[in-house]
Nanobody, 121 residues
């Protein structure tokens, strides 16, 4: 059984930081591509960041320079470090696993339940 469990969300003021974690079971974060997505109220889910099996990273333009995706293979956990948060970053953040190992904007087969991030102005 595959499980992706996100944690680390919360309420933060604009300009603050959060680190989201996604711990996987039934999948290996070192062999899968891993991604972070978000869904803001009234909007569609969007790609935030991706990490390929080889270590290549991708970011959507709106978070480039403010977010970093990384992984700890020993803990089978992927992280999303978010700095200089803005109110428009408010959303439910989801972790996802890509069995092909690419970690791009599409192709994810496994999803977590999400963690809420709220940024106050």
């Amino acid at each position: 059984q595959v499980q992706l469990v996100e944690s680390g969300g919360g309420l933060v003021q604009a300009g603050g930081s959060l680190r989201l974690s996604c711990t996987a079971s039934g999948r290996s974060v070192s062999s899968d591509g891993m991604g972070w997505f978000r869904r803001a109220p009234g909007k569609e889910r969007e790609f935030v960041a991706g990490l390929s099996q080889s270590g290549r990273t991708r970011y959507t333009d709106s978070v480039q320079g403010r977010c970093t995706i990384s992984r700890d293979n020993a803990k089978n956990t992927v992280y999303l470090q978010m700095n200089n948060l803005k109110p428009e970053d408010t959303a439910v953040y989801y972790c996802a696993a890509d069995p092909l190992g690419i970690g791009r904007e599409t192709g994810y087969g496994y999803w977590g339940q999400g963690t809420q991030v709220t940024v106050s102005s």
